[in-house]
């Protein structure tokens, strides 16, 4: 069973959010909160696998909110999917360096919702191909890297490098395997110790590694 927060400042935006979630068998929605202070409190007492969190919300943001459940060894665990209006809205790349999971529209379908919250969920990052360009326009203004993040580089192997290339490009555990010729259990295992040996949370903050280390550059793959 996938536990999910919703939070959302407005009311029949989170409420419906709630009913679509609670009628998959799969899903519960273990709390509702209308701030990202609240959003905390609920979190620390429920454990969910999984928060749905609105970024613009008065009290605490959703940005902040998603820094302090990062930064607590008691939700740390919980994957943030951030409520946006506009796929392309201007504080997605700080919400994905703060520890989102991934971001979904607020008029997203039934069906995409709860897809959505499986796959962030069984560790996958939802990041569609607009939002990893902004990733890539954002750095395009960037001539310097950071040579802390770059120097672990040095520690992946091969293999493990054409990973995260994929990664960084958005494709899925399946994709990769097929483009690489490996089974989706290895694919899976090298996933694992990329998060682990360059110091990610998840998938998304390995998208935003391989930009802030430099192998990825603005305009070309290493």
Do not use: W
């Amino acid at each position: 069973m996938i536990r999910v927060l919703v939070v959302d400042d407005q009311d029949l935006v989170r409420e419906g959010f709630a009913v679509m979630l609670s009628l998959c068998d799969d899903i519960e929605v273990v709390g509702q909160a209308s701030d990202g202070s609240e959003a905390l409190a609920v979190a620390i007492h429920e454990r969910p696998d999984v928060v749905l969190m609105d970024i613009r919300m008065p009290v605490m943001d959703g940005l902040e909110a998603t820094r302090r459940l990062g930064a607590d060894s008691r939700t740390a665990s919980c994957k943030v999917v951030i409520l946006t209006t506009f796929d392309l809205d201007e504080y997605v790349f700080e919400a994905l360096r703060l520890g989102a999971s991934g971001f979904l529209l607020k008029d997203t379908r039934r069906d995409q919702l709860i897809d959505a919250i499986r796959v962030v969920a069984a560790g996958e990052a939802l990041l569609s191909p607009r939002i990893t360009r902004t990733i890539i326009e954002e750095f395009t203004s960037r001539p310097s890297i950071d040579t802390a993040k770059a120097k672990l580089l040095e520690t992946i192997t091969e293999r493990e490098r054409d990973v995260l290339l994929s990664v960084a490009r958005g494709a899925s555990n399946a994709e990769i395997a097929e483009a690489l010729f490996m089974g989706a259990g290895t694919v899976k295992s090298h996933v694992s110790h990329l998060l682990t040996k360059l110091d990610a949370r998840d998938r998304a903050q390995l998208v935003v590694f391989a930009y802030e280390s430099g192998f990825i550059r603005a305009g070309r793959d290493e």
